[in-house]
């Protein structure tokens, strides 16, 4: 046979088999009945609890990625400096990860003040990291963060996001 032939058989084939897969897929998709996922009736009282709980998680979060509780959680003496910053940059992005699913019950700004101080804490980090001389230990470094945390003014960051938190859940109750 030729070349030819051989081709025009085959997509006749494939035809054939493509029709009677459309045909009985068809077919079973006709007789299933429609699935309609069952959704219990809202009753607002749980909605309102499950955001409360959510923004007590937050809150929690937001002391757990505090810099001196992460320094604390996680000071190990051996480590020199950089060891040291990928310990506590890696603990916060796993405490914040591991609460990534409260951000659908608490409002965008709430989440927003979680993310950003997250985001500001491995900020923090990295850039004493990048001034401290490459043979600070472990130790010294976080003797630094603390020092330059103390030193702030305004207060600490994880403070006013707490109190946001929590004023966001007191108006949520009343």
């Given amino acids: 046979m030729e070349t030819n032939t051989m081709i025009l ?19 079973d998709k006709k ?22 709980q959510a923004y007590e998680r937050l ?3 937001a002391e757990r990625i505090a810099l001196p509780n992460v320094i604390s959680r996680n000071n190990e003496p051996g480590l ?3 060891s040291m910053q990928q310990l506590l940059t890696q603990a916060i ?9 409260q951000q659908i019950y608490v409002s965008t700004e709430a989440w927003d003040a979680i993310r950003n101080l997250k985001e500001q804490n491995i900020h923090i980090i990295n850039q004493l990291a990048s001034i ?13 963060i603390i020092e330059f945390i103390m030193s702030q003014p305004q207060g600490s960051m ?3 996001v707490q109190e946001a938190l929590s004023y966001e859940a007191r108006k949520l109750m009343s």
């Fill in 80 to 82: 020199d400096k950089r």
């Fill in 93 to 101: 992005r796993h405490e914040f990860d591991y609460n990534l699913s």
């Fill in 59 to 61: 809150v929690i979060l």
């Fill in 132 to 144: 401290l001389p490459p043979e600070t230990s472990g130790v010294e470094f976080n003797k630094k």
């Fill in 158 to 160: 994880h403070t006013l």
């Fill in 9 to 27: 058989i085959a997509l006749g084939l494939l035809v054939i088999i493509a029709g009677a897969y459309f045909y009985y897929y068809q077919k």
């Fill in 31 to 52: 007789e299933q009945p429609a699935i309609k996922p069952v959704v219990p009736a809202s009753d607002g009282v749980n909605d309102k609890q499950l955001k409360l």
